[in-house]
């Protein structure tokens, strides 16, 4: 079992507030990864990081932002919800020396904005 | 852009009998392929993954098959079991330094188990 934990699981939150999606995992990866999914559908690169200090931004065009400050904590933010921002949220993380390995992922933010 | 994409939004199979979900993928320079199998409500989970000088490799109950002349990919699941039913992606990567920035993630097929 992967030791990357997001939180919260869950979030229903009013339009226009400010929120923090976390994000940690334990495994002493360099890599981290921001996905978004909407329900049966394939995920969506957002935001990546090579490291401390290290953020880029993904395929998918998205308005939140992140900050990698340690290794093992990657939060998102959204200065301002709206509800086209309701998705699922995933959060990943990979051994950045070894070529080819696959991301380990939480269990994921359900975003709900109203 | 360049993407990955799987045939068919549901399978559904008999428990017992075997399961072959098929994926095509468009990038004749990804070089390595993984298969994740998502539950509900949960992140998606590495079952197997590929090389691309590979053709075929075996797990516990799984099998990949890379076919390159095609771009044709497939997860086949033996004896297929209730604990199975999920949604499955496959995903290419065109090396980049390893990790998943350069993964590209198909839709996904939901797998539906009938008792």
């Not at chain 1, 990866?29 to 921001?34: F, G, P």
């Not at chain 1, 990698?68 to 921002?85: D, K, M, Q, V, Y």
């Amino acid at each position: 079992e992967a030791d990357i934990y997001q939180t919260p699981r869950y979030l229903v939150i009013g339009t226009g507030k400010k929120i923090t999606l976390e994000c940690s995992q334990t495994m002493g990866h360099d890599k981290m990864y921001w996905y978004q999914q909407d329900p049966g559908m394939e995920l969506h690169l957002i935001h990546y990081s090579y490291g401390v200090n290290s953020t880029e931004k993904g395929d998918l065009s998205s308005e939140s932002t992140v900050s990698r400050i340690r290794t093992e904590h990657f939060p998102l933010t959204l200065e301002s919800a709206r509800p086209s921002h309701t998705s699922q949220y995933l959060c990943a993380s990979s051994d950045g020396g070894a070529p080819n390995t696959e991301a380990f992922f939480g269990q994921g933010t359900r975003l709900t904005v109203v | 852009g360049e993407s990955v994409g799987l045939h068919l939004p549901t399978l559904s199979v008999q428990e017992g009998d075997n399961s072959i979900i098929n994926c095509a993928y468009s990038n004749s320079a990804s070089d390595y392929f993984i298969w994740y199998k998502q539950e509900s409500g949960k992140g998606p989970q590495f079952i197997i993954d590929i090389r691309s000088n590979m053709d075929k490799r075996q797990g516990q109950r799984v099998t990949v098959l890379l076919n390159k002349t095609v771009k044709h990919l497939s997860l086949q699941i033996a004896a297929t079991q209730p604990g199975d039913s999920a949604v499955y992606f496959c995903a290419e990567n065109l090396y980049s330094g390893g990790g998943a920035d350069g993964l590209t993630f198909g839709k996904g097929t939901h797998l539906i188990i009938q008792p």
